[in-house]
């Protein structure tokens, strides 16, 4: 069972360079998210997506961006990237909206120098 | 709105009981609870929505009072396997739909010891 799957695990980024974090979810779900954690701190949201083509800002946009062409991928995209980005990343997944089990990814994690 | 959670830290020998609770200033559709270990992605415990609908885990009971937008993770004769960071999710009962977006609190870091 994949469920939902990040690439890659580990990212080291110079200031300025820019990245994608791939996300592909096998479980048909509609709703996919993608949430930053910093050290020893809760998870907030950055982007989510309700269906393919629709996509809409969270908490901490800023810095990002995504894209949703199919149900199973949901990429983030860093752009100029800056040392506040260093972080784990979260992509989920849900079957549908209102109190539905999110399905995590294992976590990508970045740090910027 | 970030829920607050309390206590921030508890720690436990095997077998003692511990009370994790949530709050919110907001109205709440539902209320998720996850556990974190250190370095891995976080693990469904438990849903609560609103009317009392629980869907979860068997060994964790969890309630939540609708009137005062909190919710309290019980875990009772704990276990070695029980430490990690446990966080809340809210999902907002908004006019329309809330996608199933969640505003987690700041964890709350739980230590069984033997």
């Known amino acids: 069972n994949a469920g939902v799957t990040q690439t890659p695990k580990f990212r080291i980024l110079k200031i300025g360079q820019s990245m994608t974090l791939q996300c592909t979810q096998d479980?048909?779900?509609?709703?996919m998210y993608w949430y930053r954690q910093d050290p020893g701190m809760g998870l907030k949201l950055i982007y989510y997506?309700?269906?393919?083509?629709?996509?809409d800002k969270g908490e901490v946009p800023n810095g990002y961006n995504v894209s949703r062409s199919t149900t199973e991928d949901f990429p983030l995209r860093l752009e100029l990237a800056a040392p506040s980005q260093t972080s784990v990343y979260f992509c989920?997944?849900?079957?549908?909206?209102?109190?539905?089990?999110?399905?995590f990814g294992e976590g990508s994690w970045l740090t910027v120098v | 709105q970030q829920p607050v959670q309390s206590p921030q830290a508890v720690i436990l020998r095997e077998g003692e009981d511990a009370v994790i609770n949530c709050s919110s200033s907001?109205?709440?559709?539902?209320v998720h609870w996850y556990r974190q270990k250190h370095g891995e992605a976080p693990v469904f415990l438990m849903i609560?929505?609103?009317?009392?609908e629980q869907k979860g885990h068997d060994k964790i009971s969890a309630s939540f009072n609708e009137k005062k937008q909190q919710s309290s993770l019980y875990l009772t004769a704990s276990q070695l396997s029980y430490s990690g960071t446990y966080f809340c999710?809210?999902?907002?009962?908004?006019?329309?739909?809330?996608?199933?977006?969640?505003?987690f609190g700041q964890g709350t870091i739980l230590t069984v010891h033997p």
């Open positions: 609560l929505l609103k009317g009392g």
């Open positions: 999710g809210t999902e907002l009962r908004a006019g329309g739909t809330s996608y199933g977006k969640l505003t």
């Open positions: 989920a997944s849900s079957p549908w909206a209102m109190g539905n089990t999110i399905y």
């Open positions: 479980m048909n779900h509609n709703y």
């Open positions: 997506s309700v269906g393919a083509g629709i996509t």
């Open positions: 907001k109205a709440l559709y539902s």
